[in-house]
């Protein structure tokens, strides 16, 4: 896999179809997160950048792809979570480099390159070593994905490391209302509250799709079972599909212009009689 549909005319069609293929690739020839985040630099412009500050958030960015690599080679491949795996992080990936290339395209909102860097650094690291669990305190996962690749960040300028581990931390699905309330009624501009939504929306964008997100349920669900946590029951049910896309939120242009509340509709609009 050397190129995925990230700049198609139609935008929401493109994600689709770059995930579709995603999908053939993790279940044979798959080509690595390196590869998957090297597509999605490219896609936004900053492989050719010559500002030091976007090429350290790059290289901080592919070293900790090919850290989630390695160390999925070095286990058997039952072990990797059922749901918090490569995938999704590929998914997020793609989600937000959609995402960021709608917001210039659409809405006219012309890319900062160090944020754009910032956020597929922090999307690659989000979920680092996931232990396929729930937290059982505020931030505990988050903290412990930090942890595992902060020593990648030695290099970056302390400001946009500190960014890093802010929009890490603030993937705790705990903090995602307040995340969104931080923004309400503000006119997008490139700063962290803005990029923290942006980052939390790409985190749930693909499940909350109509043709993936039940398969990521049963993923979920998978996962949860085997760590025991009871709400695996439920989540892949109809009742537990409604729940979850009653609960998403999408505040941003980006996820405006790819038709999200839409699709959540008309999701919602068909499951009631399900259940």
């Given at each position: 896999?050397?190129?995925?549909?990230?700049?198609?005319?139609?935008?929401?069609?493109?994600?689709?179809?770059?995930?579709?293929?995603?999908?053939?690739?993790?279940?044979?020839?798959?080509?690595?997160?390196?590869?998957?985040?090297?597509?999605?630099?490219?896609?936004?412009?900053?492989?050719?950048?010559?500002?030091?500050?976007?090429?350290?958030?790059?290289?901080?960015?592919l070293r900790v792809?090919?850290?989630?690599?390695?160390?999925?080679?070095?286990?058997?491949?039952?072990?990797?979570?059922?749901?918090?795996?490569?995938?999704?992080?590929?998914?997020?990936?793609?989600?937000?480099?959609?995402?960021?290339?709608?917001?210039?395209?659409?809405?006219?909102?012309?890319?900062?390159?160090?944020?754009?860097?910032?956020?597929?650094?922090?999307?690659?690291?989000?979920?680092?070593?996931?232990?396929?669990?729930?937290?059982?305190?505020?931030?505990?996962?988050?903290?412990?994905?930090?942890?595992?690749?902060?020593?990648?960040?030695?290099?970056?300028?302390?400001?946009?490391?500190?960014?890093?581990?802010?929009?890490?931390?603030?993937?705790?699905?705990?903090?995602?209302?307040?995340?969104?309330?931080?923004?309400?009624?503000?006119?997008?501009?490139?700063?962290?509250?803005?990029?923290?939504?942006?980052?939390?929306?790409?985190?749930?964008?693909?499940?909350?799709?109509?043709?993936?997100g039940p398969g990521?349920?049963?993923?979920?669900?998978?996962?949860?079972?085997?760590?025991?946590?009871?709400?695996?029951?439920?989540?892949?049910?109809?009742?537990?599909?409604?729940?979850?896309?009653?609960?998403?939120?999408?505040?941003?242009?980006?996820?405006?212009?790819?038709?999200?509340?839409?699709?959540?509709?008309?999701?919602?609009?068909?499951?009631?009689?399900?259940?």
């Amino acid at each position: 896999m050397t190129d995925l549909p990230l700049t198609p005319p139609h935008w929401p069609d493109g994600l689709d179809e770059a995930c579709r293929q995603l999908r053939q690739h993790w279940s044979n020839n798959w080509c690595g997160l390196p590869c998957i985040v090297g597509l999605c630099q490219k896609t936004l412009n900053l492989s050719d950048s010559a500002d030091e500050t976007v090429l350290a958030l790059n290289r901080f960015a592919l070293r900790v792809a090919q850290e989630m690599e390695n160390r999925a080679a070095q286990r058997p491949a039952d072990e990797e979570p059922g749901y918090h795996n490569r995938l999704h992080t590929a998914d997020v990936l793609l989600a937000l480099t959609t995402m960021l290339r709608t917001l210039e395209a659409e809405n006219g909102l012309a890319p900062v390159r160090t944020w754009s860097a910032t956020l597929i650094a922090a999307a690659v690291a989000h979920d680092f070593m996931h232990p396929g669990d729930v937290n059982h305190s505020p931030f505990e996962i988050e903290s412990a994905s930090w942890r595992g690749v902060s020593g990648f960040a030695l290099d970056l300028p302390v400001y946009w490391r500190d960014c890093i581990e802010n929009l890490i931390m603030g993937t705790d699905v705990q903090s995602v209302a307040a995340n969104h309330q931080r923004i309400a009624d503000q006119p997008f501009r490139w700063d962290l509250p803005w990029c923290q939504v942006l980052l939390n929306e790409a985190d749930i964008l693909i499940s909350a799709t109509a043709e993936f997100g039940p398969g990521l349920s049963d993923a979920l669900a998978r996962e949860w079972k085997r760590v025991g946590f009871s709400g695996n029951a439920s989540v892949a049910t109809p009742a537990g599909r409604a729940h979850f896309l009653r609960s998403v939120l999408f505040s941003s242009p980006a996820s405006r212009a790819l038709g999200m509340h839409a699709q959540v509709q008309r999701q919602l609009a068909v499951l009631p009689q399900l259940e």
